[in-house]
């Protein structure tokens, strides 16, 4: 295998400017999820990648997956589903990858040095642009990977099934149905030996990492209204009750400073955490300068590697996001809104069952509520959520994968979890009753989700040979399952 590989990591060389080149495409459409206004960006940004595998000869679709109950003027983007080489051969290993095509939203305004959507490329090589990382960088890392065997000549070790989806930072509308029934017999991605997901970050910047566990997301909304219009706070203040008021008031009563979720009942959910468990953080690979410098301040919770790893992956989490509804500009606007959505989200983790945590919620929002023995009417209500995952990582995926980043970083990877969530890991999981791996490609300084998003040039190239790399070796590993 040793010449193939060199051969292949010579053609990305080789070909470096014509992937930086390809990501500043796909980073150049807008293809936010969450902004409906978005929509026809991010079906472009699908149709995109479609065509972009096409051209390297593989055999793509792009599958409908209709509309949501109550959005029925939008369609949800397509998955984009392919195979490459187009012909299945049968005395190959088949490897299933997926990541996703859509982005969070980006505003130059939100603080920005550059321009989002425009890939802008610093003299240290950081590729600045939204979804450069997260994850668009990581799903051109497939496409480049065949581009880059095609230059160097040598044959795809594997059959490779691909699943991009375009609503992935909205929940993944639609797509738990699609995968379930595509993994059936007879359908696409029935074959599927293992499955490898690149869409998350290693815990530092030097050390590479292999990830097998997630944290789950339930997502919650608080509409508290009252006036039939807002109101002006001069006329009204003291004499209309004021949803605002109300609504800071409950999500006040959600978590501490400290990170404590003052929901009762939701830390008696949490599996216990074992002494063996207690002991795998010591040897990670994480200084808390990491995460200082990857939250940009000394703002952490905790002073101590061990209780900041446990508190990203470990245990549940509560973050407020934001209000819907109030006045949120600069300047001095006077006004009392009439309707206001305050929106907050819980990370799960083993063994907090999704329905558990829901009833949690609303039975502490409501008490929270009435509490205040406003006239205000209240709802609150799931927006979307999906469960934690965690996997064995002594699965020939996972050897396979180790062997790869030793071969590209020169070091074995550290076995981590991720504290964000990918919901249909665990679908894919289940619905292909294979082992699935997710292999990051980006560091902990890219800044997901935040301004200034970006993705080293080393790790994209780099990155291109570990995926390429993953699969030589995985085409290679012999079949022992943990
Ligand atoms: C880890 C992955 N790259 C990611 O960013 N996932 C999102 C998924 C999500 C959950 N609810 C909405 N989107 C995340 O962890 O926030
Ligand atoms: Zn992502
Ligand atoms: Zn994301």
Redo the contacts with the bound molecule.
């Keep these: 295998m040793a010449p193939q590989l060199e051969s292949y990591y010579k053609a990305i060389d080789g070909l470096t400017d014509t992937f930086i080149d390809r990501l500043a495409e796909a980073v150049a459409i807008p293809s936010i999820s969450a902004e409906e206004a978005r929509r026809p960006d991010v079906v472009k940004m699908g149709h995109w990648l479609k065509s972009q595998l096409e051209t390297l000869g593989a055999s793509m679709e792009a599958r409908e997956l209709g509309k949501r109950p109550g959005k029925e003027h939008l369609t949800l983007p397509p998955a984009i589903i392919g195979r490459y080489p187009a012909k299945k051969d049968e005395s190959k290993r088949t490897i299933l990858v997926y990541g996703h095509y859509d982005v969070q939203p980006a505003e130059k305004s939100d603080g920005w040095n550059t321009e989002p959507f425009k890939l802008s490329v610093d003299s240290k090589g950081r590729m600045y642009g939204r979804g450069s990382t997260?994850?668009k960088g990581p799903v051109l890392g497939w496409v480049n990977a065949i581009q880059a065997h095609q230059k160097a000549g040598i044959e795809f070790p594997v059959n490779l099934l691909m699943c991009f989806e375009g609503m992935?930072?909205?929940?993944s509308e639609g797509l738990d149905d699609f995968i379930i029934a595509e993994c059936k017999p007879g359908k696409f991605f029935e074959d599927a030996d293992a499955v490898c997901i690149s869409?998350?970050y290693w815990l530092g910047t030097e050390k590479p990492c292999l990830t097998y566990g997630?944290r789950g997301?339930s997502?919650y909304s608080i509409e508290i209204s009252g006036p039939g219009q807002d109101l002006h706070s001069g006329v009204y203040g003291g004499t209309a009750q004021e949803p605002m008021t109300d609504l800071v008031r409950v999500m006040g009563g959600l978590v501490d400073t400290n990170g404590t979720i003052l929901i009762p009942g939701i830390k008696d959910l949490v599996a216990p955490v074992t002494d063996d468990e207690q002991a795998l953080y010591k040897n990670i690979a994480f200084e808390m300068s990491n995460l200082y410098e990857s939250i940009g301040s000394e703002t952490g919770i905790f002073p101590d590697k061990e209780r900041t790893l446990m508190g990203r992956w470990r245990y549940p989490s509560l973050s407020i996001h934001g209000v819907e509804g109030a006045f949120s500009a600069p300047g001095a606007k006077t006004v009392i809104p009439a309707k206001v959505i305050g929106k907050f989200?819980i990370r799960t983790v083993p063994n907090m069952e999704p329905d558990d945590v829901d009833k949690l919620v609303y039975a502490h929002v409501e008490k929270a509520f009435a509490g205040l023995k406003s006239k205000n009417t209240l709802k609150v209500s799931l927006q979307?959520s999906?469960k934690w995952w965690v996997a064995s990582p002594k699965h020939w995926n996972f050897t396979a994968a180790a062997k790869a980043v030793e071969k590209v970083w020169g070091v074995k990877p550290d076995l981590t979890r991720?504290g964000?969530?990918?919901?249909v890991t665990l679908t894919f999981e289940q619905a292909t009753g294979k082992n699935v791996l997710l292999l990051p490609m980006g560091s902990s300084t890219d800044a997901?989700?935040s301004i200034n998003e970006k993705l080293d040039k080393k790790n994209y190239i780099e990155g291109i040979k570990l995926l390429g790399s993953y699969l030589h070796y995985v085409a290679e590993e012999p079949m022992s399952v943990a």
Aim: aromatic residues 10%; negative net charge; glycine residues 14%.
């Design positions: 997260d994850d992935e930072e909205y929940g869409d998350n997630l997301c997502y989200s979307h999906g991720e964000g969530s990918i919901p997901a989700h």
